[in-house]
């Protein structure tokens, strides 16, 4: 049997009341009293006796005023739309009327709604208290996983940077230590070509002389 339904008998048949309604139905809004219930179900708790004539489930319900404003209408729509999966998504059996492939009957009773049902989960509904601000359950997932990215990128882009340093100070490197090779190799040729010269300018003047 769904969750929202409850049977509650009756003199002849019981009545599906929405379990919302059960929290606000307390003995202080609502003093209910179903016919036909038995009187010594326990000797230390003896039922209160009144002068006021007995009233079906049926009547006590329909005298429910399930009046809602402008400003409780809107709050229970908006209680309505919190359903994730848009048009397609599962039924929810605290928020919508049962249909009747989903009532389910108890032992020899079998449930019937209520005439006014939708109205007592709108009434229900209307008495949920309103949040402070928004919960921003999304909301934080997605600044969380864009964190998560963020963090991500920033490491990859530091360690490219620090391996791009790298290649640069290693190419630098090299750059310093080919350039250092050349002029020692420049040193090396001009004193062989100073030696050379000085060498050539030696014959000549034995060749003059002779």
């Known amino acids: ?49 009144s002068d006021k004539p007995e009233r079906s489930i049926e009547e006590v319900l329909r005298d429910i005023d399930t009046t809602l404003t402008p400003e409780q209408r809107a709050h229970v729509d908006g209680l309505k739309k919190q359903i994730r999966g848009g048009p397609n998504a599962p039924r929810s059996l605290y928020r919508d009327v049962a249909t009747p492939d989903e009532l389910v009957g108890e032992g020899n009773f079998f449930p019937r709604l209520a005439d006014n049902a939708e109205a007592l989960i709108d009434y229900a509904l209307s008495h949920i208290p309103k949040r402070d601000g928004y919960r921003g359950s999304r909301r934080k997932k997605r600044m969380a996983a864009r964190h998560t990215i963020k963090v991500a990128n920033d490491k990859r882009r530091k360690e490219e940077t620090a391996a791009a340093v790298l290649r640069k100070h290693a190419k630098a490197k090299k750059d310093r230590e080919l350039a250092k090779s050349y002029r020692a190799q420049a040193a090396t040729l001009r004193q062989i070509a100073d030696l050379r010269a000085e060498v050539r300018r030696e014959k000549l003047q034995e060749s003059h002389q002779s």
């Open 1 to 49: 049997m769904p969750p929202l339904l409850r049977c509650l008998p009756s003199s002849h048949h019981p009545v599906v009341v929405p379990l919302a309604v059960r929290s606000i139905s307390s003995s202080s809004v609502v003093q209910l009293r179903v016919r036909g219930s038995s009187s010594n179900s326990s000797s230390t708790h003896k039922p209160p006796t």
